[in-house]
């Protein structure tokens, strides 16, 4: 079961929304989707849980580049809204692997000479090995540091309480259970 909130920084304190992502492709277009929460150049903090599994923070400041930060990315690939946050730059791994040329279909039909839909030689095949991500936190874990929350507290939050632990921190805790 997943969650989704937003929660945005405004004059008057923070508020919150549930957001529906299920039209969302992308990490620019959900940043598009927290900048049209707010009016001004607000801080917006975008939380997607997967319940205890993973949880995940976006921050969008005005028009500067989202902030990412993932409680555990391999769990977070198996999930739909985490292959959102989850961008080749996040996870360290160029756009295009170099290796593509090597993976691309022979003449013959077959992939470096072995039959289609073979495994490797490590046992996985070559898509699953292709969409691997690093067990554990990956991103910024100081996205909330100048909000009161430091890095080292959200690298140790468990995915079964991070968001209401944040919310606490921030003081709108209230704000975020009324949307849950």
């Known amino acids: 079961m997943y969650f ?11 508020e919150a929304s549930d957001t529906e992502l299920d039209d969302v492709e992308s990490l620019d277009e959900l940043a598009e989707l927290a900048r ?22 976006v921050r969008v400041d005005g028009e500067d580049d989202p902030r990412v930060f993932v409680s555990d990315a391999a769990r977070a690939m198996r ?3 985490g292959e959102i946050l989850l ?11 170099p290796d593509a040329l090597e993976r691309m279909v022979d003449l013959d039909g077959t992939e ?3 039959a289609e839909g073979e495994a490797s030689e490590d046992g996985d095949d070559d898509e699953e090995s292709g969409e691997s991500a690093p067990r554990g936190p990956v ?6 540091s100048d909000l009161g929350i430091e890095t080292a507290t959200v690298l140790t939050l468990s995915p079964d309480d991070a968001l209401g ?13 009324a949307v849950r």
């Open 4 to 14: 989704t909130a937003l929660l945005a920084r405004t004059d008057h304190g923070w």
């Open 36 to 57: 049209a929460a707010v009016s001004d150049d607000e801080t917006v903090l975008i939380c997607v849980e997967q319940e205890g599994a993973w949880f995940g923070l």
């Open 79 to 81: 999930s739909a809204y």
């Open 87 to 97: 961008t080749d730059e996040l996870l360290g791994r160029a756009p295009t692997s």
């Open 112 to 114: 470096d000479g072995s």
């Open 139 to 144: 991103g910024d874990a100081a996205l909330l």
């Open 165 to 177: 632990e944040i919310a606490d921190a921030l003081g709108c805790a209230d704000v975020l259970e």
